[in-house]
Nanobody
């Protein structure tokens, strides 16, 4: 069993920055860690993922503005969000995939609001 605790969401003006954190607890070997986001009435969508070896993948809409990173010793994944736009407003969810069976877990979500 894995428990995820997210932090770092909030209200920021357009052009500003936020950093999200997600710490995973529990005895599990974590492969993939990632962030997804969801707005009302829409499907949850991939934002960024990072493998245990550091390979990253970004949605086209955030590439060049967001940076995902992880600290394997702390089982923590981060999402540095720069040059935020109003369309980045969403609930952001942390997701981890554990070995060896690929079972995945979700965080509770953290609200990010970009508004002047």
């Amino acid at each position: 069993q894995v428990h995820l605790v997210e932090s770092g969401g909030g209200l920021v003006q357009p052009g500003g920055s936020l950093r999200l954190s997600c710490e995973a607890s529990g005895n599990a070997s974590i492969n993939l860690m990632g962030w997804y986001r969801q707005t009302p009435g829409k499907e949850r969508e991939l934002t960024a993922t990072i493998t245990s070896s550091g390979y990253t993948l970004y949605a086209a809409s955030v590439k060049g503005r967001f940076t995902i990173s992880r600290d394997n010793a702390r089982n923590t994944v981060y999402l540095q969000m720069n040059s935020l736009k109003s369309e980045d407003t969403a609930v952001y969810y942390c997701n981890v995939e554990i070995a060896p069976n690929g079972e995945d877990y979700w965080g509770q979500g953290t609200q990010v609001t970009v508004s002047s």
